[in-house]
């Protein structure tokens, strides 16, 4: 089960620090990722980060603003997110992935991020 936590409400150009903890998870045969769900769109995959070479993917709409890393001995993923805004208003859920181009293998509960003045 994985284990996101971190979120909350912040105003638009603040940061956020997202945390994901793994346990059952290898980061030497999985990669872990962000996916955020917005009311009324569609999932959208925000960052992933590959445990075996630590290749890393961003979508187009956080490159720049978002940074994911991990810490492969405390089986956590981390997002760290700067100058936020309103559309980034979402529950975020991290999960498990085979590789960043597939499909999720498993995520938990997410964790709700309220970009707003």
């Known amino acids: 089960q994985l284990q996101a936590s971190g979120g909350g409400l912040v105003q638009p150009g603040g940061s956020l620090r997202l945390s994901c903890l793994a346990p059952?998870?290898?980061?030497?045969?999985?990669?872990i990722g962000w996916f955020r769900q917005a009311p009324g769109k569609e999932r959208e995959g925000v960052a992933c980060?590959?445990?075996?070479?630590?290749?890393?993917q961003y979508a187009d709409s956080v490159k720049g603003r978002f940074t994911i890393s991990s810490d492969k001995a405390k089986n956590t993923v981390y997002l760290q997110m700067n100058s936020l805004k309103p559309n980034d208003t979402a529950v975020y859920y991290c999960?498990?992935?085979?590789?960043?181009?597939?499909?999720?293998?498993?995520w938990g509960q997410g964790t709700q991020v309220t970009v707003s003045s």
């Open positions: 999960a498990a992935y085979g590789s960043c181009n597939g499909p999720p293998l498993g």
């Open positions: 059952g998870f290898s980061f030497d045969d999985h990669a």
């Open positions: 980060i590959s445990g075996s070479n630590d290749r890393i």
